[in-house]
């Protein structure tokens, strides 16, 4: 069985080739550090991961849903839980769809890495026009700090989103 991903074009679908060509446009463009908002550390929050030695094509999914818990746009990820990701999701549904708000639970660390992409890659720049939003229960573990700044509850027009319709999809889909 040939192998898919980043490492072998000749089975990318176009989507992963667009995918792979806008993580070679941003690679330049690390955030510095870890994944750290407060006293929490995450995996999640990164723009590079090397390839694991698991023995598996994918590593997981990523996922966008509207606020009714409606999946729009998804896609395997190859090399962990990058930026890249959610920034092609993003810029998919940006292009595609009225997108008010921009939801993930790793918005503090997101959307600063998004304003400098914006400023080496000019053509994302609608894409900063979408308001960050964190989800409220994936706030609880960030800072107070982040939490009021990011937070769902404290963004106007969001009104009693949650934020955490992809956790609802997501526990959807490890059934199927």
Not at 77 to 104: H, V
Request: aromatic fraction near 8%; hydrophobic fraction near 35%; proline fraction near 3%.
């Amino acid at each position: 069985m040939a192998k898919k991903g980043l490492d072998h074009p000749q089975a990318q679908t176009a989507d992963e080739l667009e995918l792979e060509k806008l993580t070679a446009d941003v690679k330049e463009m690390e955030a510095q550090g870890k994944g750290v908002c407060g006293t929490s550390t995450w995996a999640a929050a990164r723009e590079t991961s090397k390839k694991t030695n698991i023995k598996c094509d994918e590593e997981g999914v990523e996922v966008a849903v509207c606020r009714h818990s409606l999946l729009l746009r998804g896609l395997n990820m190859y090399r962990g839980q990058i930026f890249a990701y959610p920034l092609f999701l993003q810029k998919e549904l940006a292009s595609k769809r009225n997108c008010q708000f921009f939801c993930t639970d790793i918005m503090c660390r997101y959307w600063p890495y998004l304003e400098k992409v914006v400023k080496a890659l000019p053509d994302l720049k609608n894409l900063v026009q979408m308001k960050p939003f964190l989800s409220v229960m994936h706030a609880k573990g960030h800072s107070t700090k982040c939490e009021v700044q990011w937070g769902g509850k404290n963004q106007a027009g969001a009104g009693t989103t949650l934020g955490e319709e992809v956790e609802q999809v997501n526990s959807c889909l490890v059934w199927h």
